[in-house]
């Protein structure tokens, strides 16, 4: 019984391994988009000055989460149908081709504007590939945790993307230490991309084994695609209380992470080695918080959570960030930077399994995906442009502290407004 016991445990942390891996993928790939955003705009969006070359790469940084609507449509509706194995199968051949477009392009001083074009084409394909495969892996992760651990299991989606974070970070900090600043912006950049294309076959493997769900088995037959494209326009009430809720996270994250290198280079004048140190610190730090808050939210329930750190995220955005303008240093950003770090984790650990729960079934990815693509896609994946911008707009460096407060406001209208105050852990699905 004890051995049985453990073989089935040792098989759901090879399967949470396998789903995870993708989402690593994906967002290691926006993080390095983010961290040499500015590198990018010099070798494909030349303009007149470097606020304009800095604007446009963060333009095309945002115009990927565009497509993630589209993305959680269409993709979402087929992962619900044809099942959540093969749809997270075709969601990585899609990201994979994004990247290595984006990584193998040559510059603007090459191929003119043909290479702006491609950059922006590749950006787009990325963000509908993406615009379900995080639906899709919380999805799955919920639907093979044990009861009363969902939280915890589908904490690890979230988990992956930290994992990706800091693997970006640190070889950002290798590279700095490698290259000079001018093979960096000349060429360096590229290296992080060929290196995240060498893993796609390996994750390509993982996600090949990968069983379907018992979940997905145990349902009837799935209606057609376009039937599930109608109910979800059915039930536009509670993907939009999803939309807000994920307001608070998506914009509170690229905040404090694709776009803390650029925030601290480009506007604090700190070095670039020590921007990567401090989002390689978030990284950790959300790494830690998450599953510690998705399990907390597994006995204390997801509405609590969530309306405390959104209030924690509105109270203190703003003030935490004119703290750090006011005399910046590598200290002040640091304790900034793992301050919203823990607000956002917090969060975010009962926000992820929370948007599984209240989406009814026979569009649980689609919906996910709908709602967290959407919020991504008009803030979230914006934030780097709206926060520069802002600062350029007003002069006050501690205009992110606001976008962060604003975001957090929505999430907390979102999270009082409505919705069980604990959701019960579903039963474990019977096979046909």
């Not at 703290?323 to 590598?330: G, I, K, N, Y």
């Amino acid at each position: 019984m004890g051995h049985a016991s453990n073989a089935a445990r040792a098989e759901r942390i090879r399967a949470v391994l396998r789903v995870a891996s993708g989402n690593f993928l994906e967002m290691y790939d926006f993080m390095v988009f983010g961290y040499y955003a500015a590198a990018i705009g010099r070798a494909f969006f030349p303009a007149h000055d470097a606020f304009a070359s800095l604007m446009l790469s963060l333009m095309t940084f945002g115009a990927g989460f565009l497509m993630r609507p589209l993305g959680a449509i269409f993709l979402g509706a087929y992962i619900d149908h044809h099942g959540r194995r093969r749809g997270l199968i075709l969601t990585l051949g899609l990201m994979a081709v994004g990247m290595l477009s984006i990584a193998a392009v040559p510059g603007f001083a090459t191929i003119g504007y043909l290479a702006p074009l491609l950059v922006v084409a590749g950006r787009l394909l990325q963000g509908f590939s993406a615009g379900a495969e995080l639906g899709g892996v919380s999805v799955y992760l919920s639907e093979i945790a044990t009861p009363g651990n969902a939280g915890f299991y589908v904490s690890w989606q979230s988990g992956s993307q930290q994992v990706a974070v800091i693997f970006a970070a640190l070889l950002g900090v290798a590279l700095d230490r490698l290259l000079p600043p001018q093979a960096m912006s000349a060429w360096g950049w590229r290296v992080p991309l060929l290196i995240g294309c060498t893993v796609v076959p390996l994750i390509f493997l993982f996600r090949r084994s990968l069983r379907e769900t018992e979940s997905f088995l145990a349902r009837p037959p799935p209606p057609p695609l376009a039937e599930l494209r109608r109910s979800l326009l059915l039930h536009w009430r509670v993907v939009l209380r999803g939309v807000l809720l994920v307001t608070m996270t998506t914009v509170s994250f690229y905040t404090i992470t694709a776009y803390t290198p650029t925030f601290g280079r480009e506007v604090l004048h700190l070095s670039g080695r020590a921007s990567l140190i401090v989002t390689l610190c978030v990284g950790l730090s959300n790494l830690l918080w998450l599953p510690v808050m998705g399990a907390l939210s597994d006995r204390v329930g997801r509405r609590p959570l969530l309306v405390a750190c959104a209030a924690l995220g509105l109270a203190t955005g703003y003030p935490a960030m004119a703290w750090l303008v006011s005399a910046p240093s590598f200290g002040r950003l640091m304790a900034v930077e793992l301050w919203l770090s823990f607000v956002y984790a917090s969060y975010n650990g009962a926000l992820v399994v929370h948007l599984t729960e209240i989406m009814p079934v026979q569009v649980r990815t689609a919906g996910f995906s709908l709602a967290y693509s959407l919020a991504t896609a008009i803030f979230g994946g914006f934030t780097p442009a709206i926060a520069t911008w802002l600062i350029h707009l007003t002069g006050n460096r501690a205009m992110p502290g606001a976008w962060v407060g604003v975001a957090a406001a929505a999430g907390l209208g979102a999270a009082v407004a409505g919705g069980p105050r604990r959701t019960a852990p579903a039963p474990p699905a019977r096979r046909r």
